[in-house]
């Protein structure tokens, strides 16, 4: 009688673990463009971006979710190019941002979803006169902005997820969008 209980036990166990967990962790690598708002109000194309973003959720119910996460990103080969055109060079970006999640189902395995939150971030660059021969100044600044995602995901049942996003991200004079391949686990 025991070992009947014991399996049974083991059994129920087993299925009560195999309900969806509420913690996710994820990241993803993106790529896109950035835009670059100097002080005197001149805005100009800053060239391409690569961006990485790791973070950690967790869903309050089966469609809204809290997530905090650190992003970077820096500058791509076409800003490695246009930067010995442009008084602004060496364009990167780090930082911690929070966001509330939210997700539609489209069937069972995915949906799409969004996030909005704000992200508080520094911003490294180096700016230079017209003249290639003008001294080259290091600006660092550090402050708070929107963070804003949208995308489309599939969860599969061993709790590995794929995802494709969009995200927009301004950093201060620097407005970044990317378009984001990313994986997660549910955990």
């Given at each position: 009688?025991r070992s009947v209980?014991?399996?049974?036990?083991?059994l129920?166990?087993?299925?009560a673990y195999a309900g969806?967990?509420?913690?996710?962790i994820?990241?993803?690598?993106?790529?896109?463009?950035?835009d670059?708002?100097?002080?005197?109000?001149?805005?100009f194309?800053?060239?391409d971006s690569?961006?990485?973003?790791?973070y950690?959720r967790?869903?309050?119910n089966?469609?809204?979710g809290?997530?905090?996460?650190?992003?970077?990103?820096?500058?791509?080969?076409v800003s490695?190019i246009?930067?010995?055109?442009t008084?602004v060079?060496?364009?990167?970006?780090?930082?911690?941002r929070g966001a509330v999640?939210?997700?539609?189902?489209?069937?069972e395995s995915n949906?799409?979803?969004?996030?909005v939150g704000m992200?508080a971030?520094?911003l490294?660059?180096?700016?230079?006169?017209?003249?290639?021969?003008?001294e080259?100044k290091?600006?660092?600044s550090?402050g708070s902005d929107f963070y804003g995602a949208v995308?489309w995901?599939?969860r599969f049942?061993?709790g590995?997820g794929?995802?494709?996003?969009?995200?927009?991200?301004?950093?201060?004079e620097?407005?970044v969008?990317s378009?984001?391949?990313?994986?997660s686990?549910r955990?």
């Amino acid at each position: 009688m025991r070992s009947v209980l014991l399996v049974a036990f083991c059994l129920m166990s087993s299925v009560a673990y195999a309900g969806e967990s509420d913690h996710i962790i994820g990241g993803s690598v993106g790529y896109g463009a950035q835009d670059f708002e100097s002080d005197d109000g001149k805005e100009f194309s800053a060239g391409d971006s690569f961006s990485s973003d790791i973070y950690y959720r967790y869903m309050l119910n089966e469609h809204f979710g809290l997530e905090a996460g650190v992003m970077s990103g820096t500058g791509g080969i076409v800003s490695a190019i246009s930067g010995v055109f442009t008084s602004v060079d060496n364009i990167s970006y780090k930082g911690f941002r929070g966001a509330v999640y939210g997700q539609v189902p489209l069937s069972e395995s995915n949906h799409l979803y969004a996030k909005v939150g704000m992200s508080a971030n520094q911003l490294d660059y180096d700016f230079r006169g017209v003249f290639s021969s003008d001294e080259v100044k290091s600006i660092e600044s550090s402050g708070s902005d929107f963070y804003g995602a949208v995308g489309w995901e599939v969860r599969f049942q061993s709790g590995l997820g794929l995802n494709l996003e969009y995200q927009y991200v301004p950093v201060q004079e620097l407005q970044v969008d990317s378009f984001n391949f990313g994986m997660s686990y549910r955990f």
